[in-house]
């Protein structure tokens, strides 16, 4: 079976996180970067990778999303900060090839 992520996106002013699901992390995160769907991402400009968890398939990951969905923000900041403190770009030195 193919990995499968739940990450957190945000933009530069932390003001909303955006928790999605993909089995290509690199690719759909790509996808956000350059807004290669305009919709709620592209508009609010979430293009900075903060936390993302790896699981053994996409029905765990689902399941997860949707728990962490369902969370309030507090919890959501506190999963992050304790992976990332700084709230930085995970995927800031990442190189796109496709």
Do not use: P
């Amino acid at each position: 079976m193919e990995k499968s992520y739940v990450y957190f996106m945000t933009n530069k002013n932390k003001s909303v996180i955006y928790i999605g699901v993909t089995a290509n992390l690199v690719k759909r995160v790509y996808e956000h970067k350059v807004k290669l769907y305009k919709g709620f991402t592209a508009k609010y400009n979430y293009d900075k990778l903060v936390y993302f968890e790896e699981y053994e398939n996409i029905n765990e990951a689902i399941i997860r999303e949707k728990q962490l969905k369902s969370g309030n923000r507090s919890r959501k900041e506190k999963l992050v900060v304790s992976n990332n403190s700084s709230w930085e770009d995970l995927a800031k030195d990442w190189v796109f090839h496709f």
